[in-house]
T-cell receptor
């Protein structure tokens, strides 16, 4: 399998612009997770889906952030409008059902908001 | 709630030295425990895991034993290489919870 695929790998944008990050999970995986990683706050879970349904979005910073999973093979994380403090690396991860199952991470999208 | 604590600060050591990274956890149930590694510019990769007490996870010369009595899952390697330079994260997954709780991570730098 190709693993979790994320695009773009790097994104530079100006404050106020809309940013869309994309993720393709591993085929057959039931869960999809979005994380944000910064030096200050470490690795934070933003939201996760089970069978395309959002289960817990309590980590989403504010209304500027939204995530969708229209089908089992695609998810987006959108920031509108973007702010400099959103600069971070955003990871997508997926896994099978079951509490002992491993989460597999994508390579991440490095976002810089100027 | 569930939480993971890793020792503070980066770890710098010479090639072939012994590595230990401490990890302790708090959990309400019977969690599975994981070590993930992040190489520069990459995503997190599973290094090893253990799913019940006294289990030992091992991979690439790294080992960690699930100690329920001390709520610990310390990572060890007997002889590190420069290629082991990375950030290491301890994490737990409670069986009743689909989330992973991560520690803050430890930067390991191995000097030739």
């Amino acid at each position: 399998d190709a693993g979790v695929i994320q695009s773009p790998r790097h994104e530079v944008t100006e404050m106020g612009q809309e940013v869309t990050l994309r993720c393709k999970p591993i085929s057959g995986h039931d869960y999809l997770f979005w994380y944000r990683q910064t030096m200050m706050r470490g690795l934070e879970l933003l939201i996760y889906f089970n069978n395309n349904v959002p289960i817990d979005d309590s980590g989403m910073p504010e209304d500027r952030f939204s995530a969708k999973m229209p089908n089992a093979s695609f998810s987006t994380l959108k920031i509108q409008p973007s702010e400099p403090r959103d600069s971070a690396v955003y990871f997508c991860a997926s896994r099978l059902a079951g509490g002992q199952e491993t989460q597999y991470f994508g390579p991440g999208t490095r976002l810089l908001v100027l | 709630g569930n939480s993971v604590t890793q020792m503070e600060g980066p770890v710098t050591l010479s090639e072939e030295a012994f590595l230990t990274i401490n990890c302790t956890y708090t959990a309400t149930g019977y969690p599975s425990l994981f070590w993930y590694v992040q190489y520069p510019g990459e995503g997190l990769q599973l290094l090893l895991k253990a799913t019940k007490a006294d289990d030992k996870g091992s991979n690439k010369g790294f080992e960690a034993t699930y100690r329920k009595e001390t709520t610990s899952f310390h990572l060890e390697k007997g002889s590190v290489q420069v290629s082991d330079s990375a950030v290491y994260f301890c994490a737990l997954s409670d069986r009743g919870n689909n989330r992973l709780a991560f520690g803050k991570g430890n930067q390991v730098v191995v000097i030739p």
